[in-house]
């Protein structure tokens, strides 16, 4: 098993991305903790990871909350001694261009994608590198790197957080830590659901595509950097 006794908190795990890496994860032995702020779905994926033989545990959490963020990584800290994984996932996405875009969706894709991103970071790095060990995997998304029509809101938070994923890896890379930022292309989760119809969606990446890749990196040793990789739909 490629992740053996490793301890890996993901977040946004109740569905799509998050979810399939969370269950990818616990194949390969590894004991998941999964967050979120709709404890009913997550008990839902944890679930299902006990009834394949694995080991998960779901907590409530909302990474603009950073007391809440505290408190959940502490608990964790209590219970394995350990995080050996991070996985950044928790995010929003709202089309709209930049004449419709409101300053409650602009603020809440940077409160969640690009702050959220930060917040658990920062609350999980200090055991990371007490340990000189662990993994962080930021996904990010092809619109942070190139924005589309209709993207202003995402697009920004998502520039922002391969930012702070670049930033991180430079700052950690000499002492033991893994930073990768994962640009998945557009992806059949249920964040796409009300833009796309559904024979489009048929075309896109699943959300096991971007787990395999995740499951790849986050069983990479420690001397092995990838500080950021792509992927793609093939249309």
């Not at 994608?113 to 007490?130: F, R």
Request: charged fraction near 25%; charge should be positive; glycine fraction near 6%.
């Amino acid at each position: 098993m490629k992740l053996k006794d490793k301890v890996a908190l993901v977040t946004g795990a109740s569905s799509g991305i998050g979810k399939a890496i969370a269950e990818s994860f616990a194949r390969e032995g590894a004991f998941v903790v999964l967050t979120a702020k709709h404890l009913a779905k997550l008990k839902n994926v944890e679930n299902k990871i006990k009834l394949n033989n694995g080991k998960a545990h779901s907590m409530l959490m909302d990474a603009t909350n950073r007391k809440q963020i505290k408190t959940s990584i502490e608990k964790i800290i209590k219970k394995f001694k350990k995080i050996d994984i991070l996985v950044n996932n928790a995010g929003i996405a709202i089309w709209n261009p930049i004449q419709e875009v409101t300053d409650k969706e602009f603020d809440d894709h940077i409160n969640i994608n690009l702050i959220g991103y930060y917040n658990c970071i920062k609350a999980v790095l200090p055991y990371m590198l007490k340990r000189k060990s662990g993994t962080i995997i930021n996904i990010i998304s092809g619109s942070g790197k190139a924005a589309r029509k209709g993207s202003v809101a995402y697009a920004a938070s998502k520039f922002g957080s391969a930012g702070l994923s670049d930033a991180v890896f430079e700052d950690v890379k000499d002492k033991g830590i893994n930073v990768t930022a994962l640009y998945p292309g557009k992806t059949n989760t249920p964040i796409h659901d009300k833009y796309f119809t559904k024979e489009e969606r048929k075309k896109f990446l699943k959300p096991e595509d971007v787990a395999n890749l995740a499951l790849y990196v986050a069983a990479l040793p420690s001397n092995v950097k990838i500080k950021e990789v792509s992927i793609r739909p093939l249309d």
